[in-house]
């Protein structure tokens, strides 16, 4: 996956919510109800090139005035299960967010059958 790309997710699982809803193309979440949401995630890494850390987290693309929160391997380690969590408070909808690459170089997946997972856990 290369730097600043969105990771991609091809199975939804379980999903409950009206208010949340996935583009598997872009791989963009949006949150339709104003609220608190805690979301976690992970991803199985294999490499970054020559970097010598992968980073991954969550950007707020519109709607609400969010800092991205990053989540970041300890050097020199590429080769993980890379997880973080963050609590989104939404107050403009819809809210658009998603997991990507800030590594500064192209990752690979590990060889598990998932690569990554992600929960979104409405609050209030």
């Known amino acids: 996956m290369a730097n600043n790309v969105n990771v991609l997710f091809d199975t939804v699982i379980n999903s409950p919510s009206a208010n ?7 791989g963009t979440f949006f949150v339709q109800q104003p609220g ?4 976690s ?21 519109s709607g609400s005035v969010f800092p991205s929160v990053f989540a970041s391997s300890p050097s020199p380690v590429t080769t993980l299960q890379l997880n973080g ?39 209030t």
């Open 20 to 26: 949340i809803t996935y583009n598997a193309g872009t």
């Open 36 to 39: 608190n949401y805690l979301i």
């Open 41 to 61: 995630w992970w991803v199985n890494t294999d490499g970054a090139g020559a970097e010598t850390t992968v980073n991954f987290g969550i950007r707020v693309l």
């Open 85 to 123: 969590s963050v609590l989104l408070t939404v107050t403009g909808t819809p809210t658009t967010f998603s997991l990507f690459n800030n590594s500064g170089a192209t990752v690979s997946y590990g060889t598990s059958d998932v690569q990554a997972n992600l929960v979104i856990i409405g609050l």
